[in-house]
């Protein structure tokens, strides 16, 4: 398997910062509250949420990073994920009905884009290959294209 570019594991890290925040900037609220009524003194709270905030910004993101992976066949795309779940999710070319490229400010900082498989079928009908280069995405999708093309007739 192929790994993702290591601009994913700087979106990564940043995600999870940015929820992290959000958790402890809510523990802080609350425990000033509780601290301003002399319910609680100070650090009852937002230390004990503090040491799992710190595990899921600098342990979990590497983690999940290393889990994820694909490979492309000749006629299929498998890829891989999941740290507690894996999963292996195998995509049959000639099932693909459209690709997209996507990419958000902050993969474009991290100089990574998203590939996005559109299936034939209800149920996961949309594969998404996060952390490629913007060169890589769109070789793969120019090469699926034209496997696309040439199936069709």
Do not use: K
């Not at 120019?142 to 007739?153: F, G, K, L, N, Y």
């Amino acid at each position: 398997m192929i790994s993702l570019e290591r601009g994913q594991l700087m979106v990564m890290r940043v995600r999870a910062f940015a929820v992290a925040l959000g958790i402890f900037a809510a523990a802080a609220v609350g425990e000033a509250v509780l601290h301003e009524r002399m319910l609680l003194p100070r650090g009852v709270i937002s230390l004990p949420v503090l040491m799992p905030l710190i595990w899921l910004v600098a342990i979990a993101p590497a983690r999940r990073f290393r889990a994820w992976g694909y490979q492309r066949t000749e006629d299929e795309l498998h890829v891989r994920q999941g740290v507690w779940t894996e999963i292996e999710t195998l995509v049959p070319l000639d099932r693909v009905q459209h690709i997209d490229i996507a990419q958000g400010p902050l993969e474009r900082a991290c100089a990574v884009c998203r590939l996005v498989l559109h299936t034939a079928g209800t149920a996961n009908s949309q594969v998404v290959v996060p952390g490629l280069s913007r060169h890589t995405a769109e070789s793969m999708r120019d090469d699926i294209r034209t496997r696309i093309r040439q199936e069709a007739w």
